[in-house]
C-alpha cells in the first residue's frame, strides 16, 4: 500500500474545494437517488461591469441553499439584498424548491432574514468566538406572477 501525505495550507491551488464537492454530490446522489442538483448565481454589476452584490448557491432536492449574499457597503440600505433574496426565491421556486435554508452570523444579518420571512433553526455559540452561527429556513409559497429583479 502507499504512504498517505497530508497537506495543509491556505491556498487551493488544486482545486480541492471543486474536487471535493463533485464527490460529495455523488455521494449524496448515490444514496438519495435525487440527482437534480444545480448552482444558483446571482450577480448584480454597475455600469462599468464591476460586480456590487451578488448571491452564490444551489438547488437540490427541492430545497434552495444560500451560501452566500453580499452588497457592497456603499450599496447597502437601496434594497438590493432584498431584490436578491426575492429573486432567486422566485428561481428556486421555478425549480420546484419548496424551501431556502441559509447560515449567518449573529453580527451579520439574522434580523435581515427575520424580517423577510425566515425562521431560526439553530444556532451554534461561539462561531465566531462571542458571537454565534444562525441557522435559518423558510418555506416558499407558490411562485408570485409579478416576479423579477427590476
Not at 86 to 95: G, W
Request: glycine share 10%.
Amino acid at each position: 500500500m502507499s504512504r498517505l501525505r497530508l497537506r495543509v495550507g491556505e491556498r487551493d491551488e488544486r482545486g480541492v474545494e471543486v474536487e471535493l464537492r463533485r464527490r460529495l454530490y455523488e455521494f449524496n446522489v448515490a444514496r438519495t437517488g435525487i440527482d437534480d442538483g444545480r448552482l444558483l448565481v446571482l450577480e448584480v454589476v454597475d455600469a462599468a461591469g464591476a460586480l456590487v452584490a451578488g448571491l452564490f448557491g444551489w438547488t437540490w432536492g427541492a430545497t434552495a441553499y444560500v451560501d452566500l449574499l453580499f452588497v457592497d457597503e456603499d450599496r447597502r440600505g437601496q434594497g438590493l439584498g432584498s431584490r436578491l433574496l426575492a429573486a432567486a426565491e422566485d428561481e428556486a421556486r421555478a425549480r420546484g424548491c419548496t424551501q431556502v435554508v441559509l447560515a449567518t452570523h449573529a453580527f451579520q444579518a439574522p434580523d435581515f432574514y427575520a424580517a423577510r420571512g425566515f425562521r431560526e433553526q439553530g444556532r451554534v455559540a461561539d462561531y465566531p468566538l462571542g458571537s454565534a452561527q444562525v441557522y435559518l429556513a423558510k418555506q416558499l409559497a407558490p411562485a408570485r406572477p409579478d416576479a423579477g429583479f427590476a
